[in-house]
């Protein structure tokens, strides 16, 4: 069943480890009318039968980005989506997929939201968190060790491996395109804030 078209798509980007999916999901429960999150994670390509050490998850090539333009396309007009399921512990998608009903608004989450051109032109609004190198690997292995049983040495490896070397390379410079850089630093309530100043002086 179609509803009404959305009126604000957000896009939140910044490097792994930044709060960009605690940011959106308290964004969307703020935002006037309310928000559906669409989290660029779930459009990671299944790696099923690639050997471990083969697998970077880390560059643009690894998302299927085009099902991602598509489904928010879906999602503006007002229809629901079919969202892949990804799995982080064995990377591959799972054989059923979530409903994702069309809301107000749309925020999308993820390391590469301000990458394509073609998933840019859609944003109302982009913001891009910044934070260094050090905090961000912290909370990627305090994340990584307790949802994705993955040991401190697998994560510190990964991060120095694929994860720092590509955010220099393909993420840090599409903060050129943010319509606003927030330092990750601050709460996750008081980026909240100021996204939503700057959505009310766009629709105000």
């Known amino acids: ?37 669409m989290a660029l994670d779930s459009y ?4 099923r ?15 299927e980005h085009h099902l991602a333009v598509d489904q928010l396309k879906q999602l503006m007009a007002g229809v629901p989506i079919q969202q892949p399921i990804y799995d982080y512990r064995t990377h591959e998608r799972a054989p059923v997929r979530r409903t994702v009903p069309p809301l107000p608004s749309v925020i999308v ?43 401190r040495t697998a994560v510190i490896y990964q991060y120095e491996r694929t994860v720092r070397p590509m955010y220099d390379q393909h993420i840090h410079p599409t903060r050129e395109h943010a319509t606003l850089v927030l330092d990750a630093r601050a709460s996750t309530d008081q980026l909240a804030a100021r996204i939503l100043r700057l959505i009310g002086s766009r629709t105000g």
Request: with cysteine; aromatic share 8%; proline share 6%.
């Open 44 to 47: 990671y390509k299944d790696q």
């Open 1 to 37: 069943m179609q509803s009404a078209p959305c009126t604000t798509v957000v896009a939140i980007a910044g490097p792994s480890g930044s709060g960009k999916t605690t940011l959106a999901n308290v964004l969307a429960q703020t935002i006037p009318g309310g928000a559906v999150v």
């Open 49 to 63: 039968g690639v050997p471990e050490e083969n697998i970077n998850v880390d560059v643009p090539g690894a998302f």
């Open 109 to 151: 989450e993820g390391i590469y939201a301000l990458y394509w051109p073609e998933l840019r032109k859609l944003f109302t609004t982009s913001v891009f968190l910044s934070l260094d190198h050090a905090v961000c690997l912290e909370r990627r292995i305090e994340r990584d060790t307790r949802e994705r049983g993955r040991s």
